[in-house]
């Protein structure tokens, strides 16, 4: 049935159980735990356990059935399993898949604590990570090797919006025998679909978008029936990175309404692209759905030319001029989550990439005057006039 139904249906509807009380909203099922009918039962289920027959709340729950379905249904994967956060749906993936002596290719812009999971934790437990730009196919070619098992990336990189052509990075790491893991965050499902073009596993922080009103952590494991019941599955349920049930209910509601939320996000970033590049204030700006983005092709071949929700701003007058900008806003808020109802501006090289050494900032492109803006679903004249209000006091620290 999900099958014929086009993204806002599945949005809506998918995943929908109901109980003999024929709610119309989904049930909370705040339970940790499940009544069987004898002895033999519970023997039975632990021994094999049916679709809709739950255990203990760690392993899965209704609720949690539902958002995995719902969102499965989205993606166009064949199965989800719902975790606690985005990093353990990171780190789920990645340990789940990998031994000590595997290989692993990564793209070098990443998300703070996705690049200290590849840098400090893999490196722990005997796996190697060799580092590329995630944009440029040549490196991938060149880094993948025999023994590579996995590669890993965001298909657009964080802070700095880069985009990585997922079909091109799945195609050599497939000749090689490698999975591909993509972090699929910033695209949202809504605009790039990273299973159909190639990812084996798929993982987003739910926290973002998928929640969209700041409320929760979460997160969500994508792939074929077969790794996430095989491989991550029995990983999650015994580590403990488990949704609760609660989350899953707030992130059922926040589907609902995602594909209309991200389309009107999009809107705003575009508008306002057009609306300040060429300030006087600013360096650079980056957007991917700006015709100017030097990866125009590939956004349009990947993500229908949509370029999501965020855009990079570099103020020429670095940090002196960012700070001014930040603290001129009045709609915009001062924060560090993205995908949020609520516009956000963050300023990456004092906050979410602080940690990283000098030389690694400015590999990564982020420089003392760039700031993350991330759109929200305000009037999109309010917010562009807010954020053009703010470029003027920043130009004066040129
Ligand atoms: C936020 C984020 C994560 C981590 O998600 P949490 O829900 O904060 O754990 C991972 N990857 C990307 C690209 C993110 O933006």
Known sequence: ???????????????????????????????????????????????????????????????????????????GAEDAFATASGMAAVSGALTSMLRAG???????????????????????????????????????????????????????????????????????????????VADNVFATPVFSRAVELGADLVVYSATKHIDGQGRTLGGVILGT??????????????????????TAWVLLKGLETLDLRVRAQADTALALALAVQGHPALARLVYPGLDSHPQHGLVTRQMGGRGGTVVALDLAGGQAAAFRFLNTLEIVLISNNLGDAKSIA?????????????????????????????????????????????????????
């Open 346 to 398: 963050t300023h990456p090289a004092t906050t979410t990439h602080q940690r990283l050494p000098e030389a690694q900032k400015v590999a990564l492109g982020i420089t003392p005057g760039l700031v993350r803006l991330s759109l929200g679903i305000e009037d999109a004249e309010d917010v562009v006039g807010d954020v053009a209000r703010a470029l003027d006091a920043a130009g004066d620290l040129r």
């Open 102 to 180: 595997d290989h692993v290719v990564a793209a070098r812009a990443l998300f703070g604590s996705c690049l200290y999971v590849l840098e400090e934790v893999l490196a722990r437990f005997g796996v190697e990570v060799t580092f590329v730009d995630g944009a440029d196919l040549d490196q991938w070619r060149a880094a993948v090797r025999a023994d590579t098992r996995l590669v890993f990336f965001e298909t657009i990189a964080n802070p700095t919006l880069e985009v990585v052509d997922i079909a091109g990075v799945a195609e050599i790491a497939h000749a090689a025998g490698a999975v591909v």
């Open 225 to 246: 029936r077969e790794v996430i019941r095989g491989t991550v599955e029995p990983y999650m349920k015994h580590t403990g990175g488990a949704m609760s049930p609660f």
């Open 1 to 75: 049935m999900t099958k014929d139904w086009n993204t806002r249906t599945r949005l809506v509807h998918g995943g929908t159980r109901r109980s003999q009380w024929g709610e119309v909203s989904e049930a909370i099922f705040l339970t940790q735990g499940f009544v069987y009918d004898s002895a033999e039962a519970a023997e039975a289920r632990f021994q094999q356990a049916g679709d809709d027959e739950y255990i203990y709340a760690r392993y899965g729950n209704p609720t949690v059935r539902m958002f995995e379905e719902r969102i499965a249904a989205l993606e």
